[in-house]
């Protein structure tokens, strides 16, 4: 089955740039979706279709996606963007949604 | 308003059976394809099952497959999971989610999502 692969953890000051990886084989050619989780909160899809945004999410978050690894940037980071961040695919392989294993992002 | 509220959860022995609810409202519910997606306590985002517009194609993760089954009643604008042979591993917290776009399955993200209703398993 299709694995994707984030760390655990990415930690980054207020203000700068926070870049969370993706991982997959070959994930360039598949759509990426990213979603944030604050504690006891639903997810929220912030990118779609590897760095399309939902409205109401602001333009700071963006994402792109080649070869073996699809990214969510996050610019001029916030406190409250402190979360879970997961990202998601479709295996056509397999016909079933992937989850990332999700990375904490901490803001310092 | 665009809201899905899910409800059915509770607490079940091993082996035993629940049935999951989410209501939809705000939206034509009978445009989109729907999905079941689980959280256990302290872990990551888990896909447990998803479900076409017209109830054509249906997936299942491995993990449940051959004891859960979705189902969608478009005229009561309600999704189901009717979850079977119960297990310890299955205790989460169940979320319904939207697909983004109408008329896609799978290939597609999760626009809209319930608050979540808690299933424990345990004797």
């Known amino acids: 089955s299709y694995v994707l692969t984030q760390p655990p953890s990415v930690s980054v000051a207020p203000g700068q740039t926070a870049r969370i990886t993706c991982g997959g084989n070959?994930?360039?050619?598949?759509?990426v979706h990213w979603y944030q989780q604050k504690p006891g909160q639903a997810p929220v899809l912030v990118v779609y279709d590897d760095s399309d945004r939902p409205s109401g999410i602001p333009e700071r978050f963006s994402g792109s996606n080649s070869g073996n690894t699809a990214t969510l940037t996050i610019s001029r980071v916030e406190a409250g963007d402190e979360a879970d961040y997961y990202c998601q695919v479709w295996d056509s392989s397999s016909d079933s949604v992937v989850f990332g294993g999700g990375t904490k992002l901490t803001v310092l | 308003e665009v809201q899905l509220v899910e409800s059915g959860g509770g607490l079940v022995k091993p082996g035993g059976s629940l049935r999951l609810s989410c209501a939809a409202s705000g939206f034509t519910f009978s445009s989109y394809s729907m999905n079941w997606v689980r959280q256990a306590p302290g872990k990551g985002l888990e896909w447990v099952s998803s479900?076409?517009?017209?109830?054509?194609?249906?997936y299942y993760a491995d993990s449940v497959k051959g004891r859960f089954t979705i189902s969608r009643d478009n005229a009561k604008n309600s999704l189901y999971l009717q979850m079977n042979s119960l297990r310890a591993e299955d205790t989460a917290v169940y979320y319904c989610a939207r697909a983004d776009r109408v008329a896609r399955i799978g290939d597609c993200g999760m626009d809209v999502w319930g608050q979540g209703t808690t299933v424990t398993v345990s004797s």
């Open positions: 479900i076409s517009s017209s109830s054509s194609y249906i």
């Open positions: 070959n994930i360039g050619s598949k759509s």
